[in-house]
């Protein structure tokens, strides 16, 4: 299986939401009741109604039950999701989808933050399957003019920092060794640089066409070539249909 659809399990694996049970509404702010919270942290940005909303107030209320607060009014609707986005490809091809999204009304808002794979992905074949060293960034828009600190603050601590652990831990458990030969829990070395008003070149111009922010993390992984592989379909949940590489 290539890289960019083992990835692309993983980022459904990762934006997998759920069930809204109750609004309810005081002073500007809605109050969400939802089911389960799976990987939900207060600062983390959540999509509800193709509209993106950072939450706070995340507190456990019943033995399965959860409510977290989003500063808004007016909703109708019966899911969450993640908000995170996944796009594949060299940087100029990833840049210039970002900026035709940002042009459509319909998607202008939903663009960060972005999970991109970097392709030019070079593979050594094993006896199982291939190793490959996987170059993965977590984007955040972000502002010109911010210091160092505003953005660890603003950008980081709440928002990019919580979906790299996520990544990290779907990648190692979730899929475990569906994707790869890696035992269940078993840790792996990930590389991760801050990329402080990342994609910047002389110029002050940015492959983005946006002031982001990024987390940047390099892993080496053995791939298995030939596996009977879960995958995940919104409609059933996860794991429920599979595919054969």
């Not at 609004?23 to 919270?37: F, K, P, R």
């Not at 207060?42 to 995340?58: A, C, H, R, T």
């Not at 009014?73 to 995170?84: E, I």
């Not at 840049?95 to 933050?113: A, C, F, I, V, Y």
Request: proline letters at 3%; charged letters at 20%.
């Amino acid at each position: 299986m290539r890289p960019e659809t083992v990835f692309e399990n993983i980022y459904n694996l990762m934006r997998y939401g759920t069930t809204i049970t109750n609004i309810s509404e005081a002073g500007g702010v809605s109050t969400i009741t939802t089911s389960e919270i799976y990987t939900l942290e207060d600062g983390m940005l959540v999509e509800i109604s193709s509209k993106i909303y950072q939450i706070s107030n995340l507190t456990r209320t019943g033995v399965a039950e959860y409510t977290f607060d989003v500063k808004t009014t007016g909703l109708s609707a019966s899911t969450w999701q993640l908000a995170l986005y996944y796009e594949y490809g060299r940087a100029v091809e990833v840049g210039n989808t970002q900026h035709e999204k940002k042009e459509d009304p319909t998607n202008k808002n939903l663009r960060w933050p972005l999970m991109w794979l970097l392709t030019d992905i070079e593979k050594t074949n094993t006896d199982l399957g291939y190793t490959a060293n996987i170059i993965v960034a977590f984007i955040y828009v972000s502002e010109q003019n911010l210091k160092a600190k505003q953005r660890v603050e603003s950008n980081y601590e709440p928002i990019l920092d919580p979906l790299v652990e996520l990544f990290k831990s779907t990648l190692t458990n979730s899929p475990g060794n569906r994707y790869f030969t890696l035992e269940y829990g078993e840790r792996k070395e990930f590389d991760t640089t801050d990329k402080f008003k990342y994609g910047s070149i002389e110029g002050n111009k940015h492959l983005f066409r946006d002031i982001t922010d990024a987390i940047q993390i390099n892993v080496d992984l053995n791939f298995r070539q030939s596996e009977c592989l879960p995958i995940y379909t919104p409609s059933s949940g996860i794991g429920s249909a599979f595919i054969v590489s």
